[in-house]
């Protein structure tokens, strides 16, 4: 397969990309086999029917796990690697990472692997000559320009690695990995630079496990599963769908999936309406209680029935039935799970007991869950997590982690409740909480990703921009003609 240069507004356009690779048990049955002309290996196919176009001026993100076939399709898309079926469609200039190094010699120094790398990428001498400062700038290694390559850190490596192939100026970047290693001070110069590339309408393909990143600098995500594009969409939902396949029962799911490349927008609006209507009915039943005013401590669990009680049984419950508003139940969550036990309902209540769907910033709430076994369960664990509107993580708590007692094993049918306090430190905006259950293995039994939204009014005393709230005070401004910094 050869790459193509293409006319429109892709800058890259995959069409139906795979690649087999041949297998031998012994370096001998490659001989026979060109001897014989009989079959002696068998196939792996590394990738199949990959499909997807690069717009200018967007970052996508690619996702999977170990052996998925990330890498193999950045290298043929970098031209570096062939493929067996379909075809890749270029436009401009292409700069690839692909690992730490790519294009350097160990044994050169850095100041001759500048110029190495830089030629490897198509530039000329005397245009590596004119960015060579700019080059040894943003890789900040100065005092070592004239040192050999593997002498270099870790991080070293990846600063002079990317820094070679980001000053090509190419239209189209790939990445593998490279902005995982490094410091966190190189990092932000590395995000930096890509978000600069996509101002200036330059087309970036990323491979990242980390998911804060990729929600964090990408329009959009692939996720890749045994050669295959398995969820195609906003990053966000995507890296739901990843965290259930690192962490998930794949046969036992709770609530159908979004299928996000197949199914259309107003299919999808349909399948989260039935899921929210299902959930409320069986909630309609008055077994779910109604949220006492709490006494101030940071976590109170208790049961909503005794270990003998019918579960929809209303006599049975001490307090009136509260039907949790259609508001919680947020139409983009995902969920997973064995379903041992499953979380309810989600809600947010004031410090009177009262559920809100609004907040303000610093102020105190609750936030409560109502737990059902559905089998019967050991210890669990409850933990839950913050996110933007992006699908980066703000902040997380579990039980296990802060040291709590987990709650108690519990029978088929028992419920218990979850009210956890917390100061709504963050700035005006959209925000989702997650919830989750799990054993104290940390195996899943319920996780509703995204389940509930918090829309918190900020204070005019901060920026508008801001994403939490650290509550600064002013204490002095003065001339410091007697102090010393």
């Known amino acids: 397969m050869e790459q193509t ?3 429109g507004s892709a800058a890259v356009r995959v069409s139906g990309l795979g690649k087999t690779y041949r297998v031998w048990r012994r370096p001998s049955d490659m001989l026979l086999e060109a001897l014989t002309f009989g079959r ?17 001026g967007s970052v996508t993100g690619i ?32 700069a690839a990472i692909l690992e730490l190094g790519t294009g350097f010699s160990p044994d050169y120094t850095a100041r001759e692997n500048i110029f190495l790398g830089g030629m490897c990428l198509g530039l000329k001498y005397s245009d590596i000559r004119k960015r060579f400062d700019e080059i040894v700038a943003f890789a900040e290694v ?4 004239d040192q050999p390559f593997r002498t270099f850190s870790s991080g070293m490596q990846a600063r002079l690695t990317f820094a070679v192939a980001t000053c090509v100026d190419p239209n189209i970047l790939i990445i ?36 804060n990143q990729i929600a964090t600098i990408c329009d959009r995500a692939l996720l890749l599963e045994k050669g295959r594009i398995i969820a195609d969409g906003p990053p966000q939902k995507v890296s739901n769908i990843y965290h259930e396949m690192l962490f998930g029962t794949p046969q036992a799911v709770l609530a159908p999936r979004d299928q996000i490349s197949t199914i259309p927008v107003a299919e999808r609006s349909q399948l ?4 929210e209507q299902a959930e409320i009915k069986e909630l309609d039943d008055g077994s779910v209680p109604r949220l006492p005013p709490t006494n101030g401590s940071a976590l ?11 579960p929809t049984a209303a006599s049975s419950i001490d307090e009136p039935a509260l039907v949790p508003a259609r508001a919680e139940l947020h139409p983009q969550e995902h969920r997973y799970g064995d379903g041992a036990a499953i979380i309810e309902a989600i809600a947010v209540t004031d410090e009177n007991g009262q559920p809100v769907n609004r907040m303000q910033s610093l102020g105190i709430y609750n936030l409560v869950c109502w737990v059902k076994a559905k089998v019967d369960v050991g210890p669990l664990i409850f933990g839950w997590l913050v996110r933007d509107k992006r699908g980066l993580d703000l902040f997380g708590w579990d039980m296990q982690t802060a040291k709590c007692e987990p709650v108690p094993p519990m029978r088929a049918n028992d419920r218990f409740k979850v009210v956890v306090r917390f100061q709504a430190n963050l700035g005006a905006g959209s925000f989702f909480i997650t919830a989750a259950l799990a054993d104290t293995n940390k195996h899943k039994h319920d996780v509703r990703y995204e389940a509930l939204e918090m829309l918190i009014e900020g204070s005019p005393e901060i920026y508008e921009t801001s994403l939490i709230n650290l509550m600064p005070k002013l204490l002095k401004v003065s001339a410091a003609v007697d102090e010393t910094p």
């Open 40 to 56: 002696r290996h068998s196939e792996f196919q590394a990738l199949a029917d990959i499909s997807f176009e690069l717009p200018p």
């Open 176 to 211: 593998d990995e490279a902005l995982a290693v490094g410091d966190a001070r190189f990092q932000v110069k590395s995000f930096d630079r890509v978000r600069e590339f996509k101002r200036r309408g330059k087309a970036i393909l990323l491979v990242s496990h980390d998911t």
């Open 63 to 94: 996702m999977g796990r170990n052996g998925a076939g990330k890498s193999t399709l950045l290298r043929i898309v970098a031209g570096t690697l062939d493929a067996t079926a379909g075809s890749v469609e270029v436009k401009g200039r292409i």
């Open 5 to 7: 240069k293409i006319g």
């Open 272 to 275: 989260g309406e039935r899921t």
């Open 300 to 310: 109170d669990t208790s049961s909503a029935a005794s270990r003998d009680s019918t």
């Open 142 to 145: 100065g005092d070592f320009i």
